[in-house]
């Protein structure tokens, strides 16, 4: 297996589960079930447990690969050298799963969605685009950019909100940007982070073919899933494009005078995705967007930038649900962290994060108090209560 | 232990189905096909069995030529062999004939178990692993959520309306699978393509000796009059008993059978 022996440099020091001041716990499975297996360390030495033949495959070690959020956290963390490939290595030791056909049921399905239908949702392809009616975001047709939306801003409710505020922006910006609509593919991201890689390999290699085949070159995400898929994954396989996040285009339209954010008197914080954070690495185009709206009043949240909380969507978690929800889920403690801010809107860039705190919200019973809104929404004056 | 599993191709379950112009069939170009969800549960059983008993897992279809999908998914899975009987004079075979014609198959294939899924998902037809199992003059159970072979013996759990009944046979049987039976491993594209190398073996009616006059459309004892689109199906099932206990009784039972949730 890939990376094997890298489960033999680490020493279980524990560093990977706590925040950058060693005060909090700052893994997302740790911090929902409580073991040290669910934690990095854990699950190094589970791995190292399986690869020396000590245990075999079970339900229950799948499901501790599997609750892995792939948030990053322990990269940033972790003082040894392992660092750099501790990610590669759980991806390669469920792939060693996917392989064998072991896999939870719930990411069996995840799969085979996208497979045979080719969206999670199993939706038809023929509604993939339907959240631009009537945005007036054109089809990509030689267009300067490409609006790659991704699974969850074309199917998911919360997901198509943000969809539809984030183009309406470009629209009103009169930017030379398409979108593929019916023709979209899945980027793949998650199906790779659940360890498919043949399932990966061949959606990029579906989706270079067809940006080729209609001269795309520059490309903006929805999702920062697919912001790290574009930029990080698809030049492997010979697809290279110019790729931005949403936030970074934003920040250099308002630097143009191409938008002008509303002015608004709410009390934001605002939520580090980790695809764009800490894998990313963009954490101040969004904070400088949020500095140009006229009267805003912006506090971090304790846990912010490299160090910020997972929303515990990541990993397919988001799909796969493997980690669950309850008190102590990721999402739950996230919102609790943001009202402690004394924060009315909780500002968010990213299509899994806007529907997971959401619904921790709701779980939290905070409604009235606190709300999730993208960054498109917060330029437009922010809330639609 | 020499296990024979019974597959079919059907439609996609998201699949958009429209009916054909001649109003009795289904248009069949847009659809993507899969092995029907009920014969991937008979298909990881009969691994799970060859597991722990030793023997051999044989995948039995008919269809045309895209079946040949479905057997190799199963092969992938890690079925043995295929068995795809291809012969354009059997397309149109209703539920009966489809058993005659498998029953044939089945005369030449050493088995101590058959399993079968308990219906397909495009017609509903639940036939067919009946009517094999008559023609060969072997036991059947259905519905099976549970089995154990203990000394030539099967142990089957199956469901009925709220009931579980447990039935003893001595093989060989046959038996249909019930949601809840398994959960079917999953197969990555590469070993669909490795499975490439498992032999599947063609045959035609003449290799079974069976008169095309007595299967397809000829032998059809059940004709299609005629196929329409479902109603639009109402949002809302109201539960209306005389409590909130029987209220919530019945939603159990009918979340138990649609989706065998668990009653931990």
Not at chain 1, 181 to 207: C, H, M, P, R, T
Not at chain 1, 278 to 297: F, N, Q, S, T, W
């Amino acid at each position: 297996m890939e990376y094997a022996d890298l489960t033999r440099l680490c020493f279980r020091c524990g560093y990977c589960k706590f925040s950058a001041d060693y005060g909090e716990f700052n893994c997302p499975s740790y911090l929902k079930f409580g073991f040290d297996t669910y934690a990095p360390g854990g699950r190094m030495w589970l791995i190292k447990a399986w690869l020396t033949r000590q245990i075999d495959i079970s339900a229950n070690y799948m499901k501790i690969l599997y609750t892995c959020a792939t948030c990053g956290n322990c990269k940033e963390q972790c003082v040894m050298d392992l660092k750099t490939n501790l990610l590669d290595l759980f991806e390669a030791a469920k792939s060693e799963l996917v392989e064998e056909g072991a896999v939870p049921p719930a990411v069996r399905d995840y799969f085979k969605a996208i497979s045979i239908n080719g969206n999670p949702y199993k939706e038809p392809q023929s509604e993939r685009g339907k959240w631009a009616e009537g945005i007036g975001i054109e089809v990509f047709d030689g267009h300067e950019y490409l609006f790659y939306v991704g699974d969850v801003g074309s199917y998911d409710e919360r997901g198509k909100k943000m969809a539809t505020s984030v183009a309406s922006v470009f629209v009103d910006a009169g930017l030379s940007i398409g979108m593929l609509g019916e023709e979209e593919i899945s980027d793949g991201n998650d199906v790779k982070a659940l360890g498919e890689k043949w399932l990966f390999q061949y959606l990029a290699e579906e989706n270079i073919k067809l940006f080729n085949a209609r001269g795309v070159k520059k490309i903006i995400t929805l999702d920062p899933h697919a912001y790290n898929a574009f930029r990080v994954e698809y030049p492997k396989f010979g697809g290279n494009f110019e790729v931005q996040h949403y936030t970074q285009l934003f920040l250099t339209l308002i630097k143009n005078k191409a938008i002008h954010p509303e002015s608004s008197d709410l009390k934001v914080t605002y939520h580090d995705p980790c695809y764009l954070g800490r894998h990313g690495g963009v954490y101040d185009a969004p904070r400088e967007i949020l500095k140009c709206v006229p009267g805003l009043h912006f506090s971090e949240m304790g846990r912010n930038g490299k160090n910020a909380l997972c929303c515990g969507g990541g990993g397919g978690n988001f799909f796969t649900d493997m980690m669950g929800g309850g008190e102590e889920s990721p999402a739950r403690i996230r919102v609790r962290e943001a009202l402690e801010t004394g924060c009315q809107g909780l500002v968010v860039a990213c299509p899994l994060c806007a529907k997971m705190l959401e619904d921790a919200v709701k779980a939290e019973g905070v409604e009235t108090r606190i709300r999730i809104q993208d960054l498109a929404e917060t330029l437009k004056g922010g809330v639609e209560r | 232990m020499e296990i024979v599993v019974l597959v079919k191709q059907v439609p996609d379950t998201e699949a958009m189905i429209q009916i054909a112009e001649d109003g009795v069939s289904l248009k069949t170009e847009k659809i993507t096909w899969i092995m029907n969800p009920y014969d991937e549960f008979a298909v990881e059983e009969a691994l799970r069995i060859r597991a722990s008993l030793g023997g051999r897992v044989t995948v039995l279809a008919l269809g045309p030529e895209s079946t040949v999908t479905a057997i190799r998914t199963a092969l992938a899975m890690g079925a043995d062999k295929g068995i795809h009987i291809n012969d354009p004079a059997a397309e149109g075979s209703d539920s009966l004939s489809t058993g005659k014609i498998l029953a044939a198959a089945l005369k030449d294939i050493p088995y101590d178990l058959i399993i079968a899924g308990q219906r397909a998902m495009d017609d509903d037809g639940y036939q067919v692993g009946a009517a094999v199992a008559e023609y060969l003059d072997i036991p059947q159970i259905s519905m099976v959520i549970k089995q154990e072979i203990v000394g030539g013996k099967i142990i089957c759990h199956r469901t009925e309306d709220g009931a579980l009944v447990t039935v003893e046979s001595d093989l060989p049987v046959l038996f249909t699978t019930q949601r809840g039976l398994n959960e079917p491993r999953y197969v990555t594209f590469p070993n669909i393509l490795k499975a490439k190398k498992k032999p599947v073996e063609i045959k035609t009616l003449e290799d079974l000796g069976i008169d095309p006059q007595t299967v397809g459309p000829a032998g059809q004892k059940v004709t299609i009059v005629a196929l329409h689109s479902p109603p639009k199906r109402i949002g809302v099932r109201m539960l209306v008993r005389e409590t909130d206990q029987e209220n919530a009784a019945e939603l159990v039972r009918i979340l138990s059978e649609k989706v065998n949730v668990s009653r931990a």
